[in-house]
Nanobody
Framework: QAHLVESGGGLVQAGGSLRLSCAAS????????MGWYRQGPGKQRELVAT??????TNYADSVKGRFTISRDNANTVYLQMNSLKPEDTAVYYC??????????????WGRGTQVTVST
């Protein structure tokens, strides 16, 4: 079993920055990939950014050049968000594909953290 816990959300003015963190814990053998998704008001959940175990990254076109995803060696993934826009307002969810004692290649989700960007 594994758990993902996000932190770092909040209220920020347009043009500001926030840094989200997500820590994976539990009986984890390896992390295949981690990422961030978001769901804005009245919208479907969408991919924001992902990072593989090898360090390859992928970003949604809407955040390229403004957001940066990174990982440390302690099972934590970060999302540095700069030049925030009101349209970035959403609940941000951490996602991870993990090999654990339960199963390999299983996808886990965090509970989400609210990011609100004001004009």
């Amino acid at each position: 079993q594994a758990h993902l816990v996000e932190s770092g959300g909040g209220l920020v003015q347009a043009g500001g920055s926030l840094r989200l963190s997500c820590a994976a814990s539990g009986s984890i053998f390896s992390i295949n990939a981690m990422g961030w998704y978001r769901q804005g008001p009245g919208k479907q959940r969408e991919l924001v950014a992902t990072i593989t175990s090898g360090g390859s990254t992928n970003y949604a076109d809407s955040v390229k050049g403004r957001f940066t995803i990174s990982r440390d060696n302690a099972n934590t993934v970060y999302l540095q968000m700069n030049s925030l826009k009101p349209e970035d307002t959403a609940v941000y969810y951490c996602n991870a594909n993990l090999d654990t004692v339960i199963a390999n290649g299983k996808t886990y989700w965090g509970r989400g953290t609210q990011v609100t960007v004001s004009t």
